[in-house]
């Protein structure tokens, strides 16, 4: 017996590993850029906390509704009694008895200034938490539009030091040679081993930023990130190069969600100043009561009524101490505030966009002068390397051109990943970081996920 459960947990471990390891790799499959926001979206904690308090923020007009539709209640008492009387021919007794009282009572309000504000302002609260919500998802695409390009730029540079490393150690075996041969010096060698720790150095920290970023990158989309795709350098360029800010700004001022919702939130605070001052108005509401009682005092013994009361209920304030003026001056200081708030942010936004157009500008030029200016420190490197087989150039010269290439490359990869967020950035100032803005910055990727990672360490 204790042989056959031996033999059946042996089994068995395999398989659970098998199947979770399945599981993994199913769960971390490729991903684009519109692909992580798009789970980012779904899963990120912080933004369903936001569309959670939306959701309960939304409950606030059928509260406020509340106030103007009609109330019905009900209400009764049983109550068992133990008198004793004394009539005028000096005669007593002492009955017992048992009152029944039942009232059902409607009530509907007629006039009522501050639940009408109240209503309206519940409409206004709902418009300003959605564009404040808007908010967070922008601000979440943003996150993970960045973290995705860190990831590819991470990526690039521990390539391009991967690369380097192997040059720089063929280059220290090649002058270790020529330090036999008599055609190097021991400065040679001991020049082209200090760029190969370097490099090295490098390396490790590339490894490490691809880690980091990577990890961020799960964290946000909340699923394993096995490959991601690459940016195809070709495919960076606007579609209008053409982009003036005075066009950019006006569409931010119109659809940026951070300006309706201050927007939104002044028309709120001059609706709590009409509700504070709704304090001076006089209300008005329809009574209806039906009663039943049986037997309710000691003078109405064994009789039943039933009384129906129509009528309407008059309320006039006439004096509170003050508090219906301070508050309403209180309101109005907020108000100011808000509106305070409104500009700063309008200002804020149409700074914002402006850079963020000139970011967009020269980060395209940028690529293209890269671009260039990579193709010729690789040709540099080319002929200093066919100088160096010539004579007419040092492993010092091939040393500087490599390393030339090798900076040019990293800022050519920064570039690249600068020149998409800053076209986002700027829909996203301008209140157009929606899907089309996302399927815009994924056309700069390639169509399969070239860019593999290995399983990070647990």
């Known amino acids: ?36 926001v798009l789970r980012a979206l779904e899963t990120e904690a912080e933004y369903r906390s936001v569309r959670a308090e939306l959701d309960a923020i939304r409950e606030e007009k059928a509260r406020a509704r509340a106030g103007l539709l009609p109330t019905l209640s009900a209400s009764g008492t ?52 959605e564009q404040q919500a808007d908010s967070e998802r922008v601000r979440l695409v943003l996150d993970v539009s960045e973290q995705y390009l860190d990831c590819l730029y991470a990526d690039a540079v521990a390539r391009f030091a991967r690369a380097e490393v192997s040059a ?39 490894q490490q930023s691809i880690d980091s970023s990577r990890r961020a990158l799960e964290s946000s989309t909340g699923r394993p990130v096995s490959a991601i795709h690459p940016i195809v350098q070709a495919r960076l360029a606007l579609r209008d190069p053409h982009l003036r800010i005075r066009d950019w700004r006006e569409a931010a001022l119109t659809a940026n969600p951070e300006v309706q919702a201050a927007t939104f939130n002044v028309e709120l605070a001059r609706q709590e100043v009409q509700l504070q001052q709704a304090g001076h108005y ?28 129509w009528g309407v209920q008059f309320n006039v304030p006439l004096y509170s101490g003050g508090l219906v003026t301070a508050s309403t001056r209180q309101a109005g200081s907020r108000l100011a505030r808000a509106q305070a708030e409104l500009d700063a942010k309008r200002e804020e936004v149409m700074l914002r966009t402006a850079r963020a157009v000139e970011a967009l500008l020269a980060g395209g030029q940028r690529v293209q002068a890269l671009s260039r200016a990579e193709a010729s420190a690789t040709a540099a490197l080319t002929g200093t390397e066919k100088g160096l087989q010539a004579g007419t150039r040092s492993f010092v010269d091939v040393l500087n051109a490599r390393q030339q290439l090798f900076e040019v490359q990293q800022s050519r990869a920064r570039a690249d990943a600068d020149f998409i967020l800053a076209l986002l950035q700027l829909k996203a100032a301008a209140g157009q970081a929606d899907e089309a803005a996302i399927d815009e910055a994924n056309a700069f990727l390639a169509d399969s996920a070239s860019v593999v990672f290995p399983t990070l360490a647990e």
């Open 1 to 36: 017996m204790t042989r056959m459960h031996t033999r059946l947990t042996t089994f068995v471990k395999p398989v659970c590993w098998l199947a979770l390891a399945a599981s993994s790799l199913a769960s971390a499959e490729p991903i684009d850029l519109k692909g992580a």
């Open 78 to 129: 049983h109550t068992d009694n133990d008198a004793e009387r004394t009539f005028a021919d000096g005669s007593s007794d002492e009955p017992s008895y048992t009152s029944k009282q039942y009232n059902l009572t409607l009530k509907q309000p007629i006039l009522r200034r501050d639940s009408w504000v109240k209503y309206r302002q519940a409409g206004t609260r709902i418009a300003s938490a």
């Open 168 to 206: 720089l150690e063929g280059l220290v075996t090649a002058v270790t040679r020529g330090f036999s041969a008599g055609a190097n010096t021991r400065t040679d060698i001991l020049d082209a081993e200090a760029r190969l720790d370097a490099a090295r150095v490098r390396l490790i920290e590339a």
């Open 282 to 309: 006089p209300s008005l509401d329809l009574v209806v009561q039906h009663q039943h009682a049986e037997s309710d005092s000691i003078t109405t013994l064994d009789v039943e009524t039933r009384t129906t009361l």
